[in-house]
């Protein structure tokens, strides 16, 4: 005679799959999020080899390519971040050593709302239906007629960290070379900051920090206290 389950049978079941179920969920989460995170240091590390063959080409210095900022819209924010880090024209200047545009976009912020956001996106060009560039570049955030000693416009790597050194900018400190300067990071909106709208206040793409790339080419992700 055959027996089929009886309906408590079918019940202890379903149970014990959803108790699997919710263990592993987080940890394939977990490993979806450092999976993304891997490529948007990749993409970082990228840039990193762009920038550094697009100074080779031009007498070791960086671009200076203001014009192309403000063309593309230059936005300071009065809340977060103070001045305009977005990346477009970076994007467009280096396309010669960096020509997938994806590149310029880590999955994990594609993925999340943030990405609607205006301070985490900018065009590539002002054609329709452009790419967007995701990164920013605080070094490479104003636009004025002098460069701020704190920008690196036009400049060699050496001159970089030596007008850094000189500006004693609160949010670097005095840097001992090209390791400890930050040149490209992921958008992130610090709890601390009063001023940023309650959906994104502490909000960064990858959980409790962000990927940074320095100017000696290396990459690295940075737990930061103020976001979650």
Partial sequence: MRRGFTLI?????????????????????????????????????????????????????????????????????????????????????????????????????VASDLKNAPQCFQEVSLETNSPVARYWLWRFDHVEQDVPIDNFWGKTEEQAVADLRIANNPQVGIPNGASEVELAVDPYFPKTIASIPDAYRGRAVHPNGRNRLFLDGHVTFFRDARTR
């Fill in 9 to 109: 049978e079918l019940l202890v079941v379903i149970a014990i799959v959803a108790i699997v179920a919710s263990l592993l969920l987080p940890a394939l989460a977990r490993a979806k999020g450092t999976s993304k995170r891997s490529v948007c240091l990749s993409n970082l590390r990228q840039i990193g080899v762009g920038f550094g063959m697009y100074a080779a080409d031009d007498s070791d210095k960086f671009p200076d390519r203001r014009d192309l900022k403000l063309e593309l819209g230059f936005m300071p924010w009065t809340t977060w971040p103070p001045s305009d880090p977005r990346s477009g024209w970076a994007a467009a200047s280096l396309k010669k050593y960096v020509p997938d545009f994806g590149v310029w976009s880590c999955p994990a912020l």
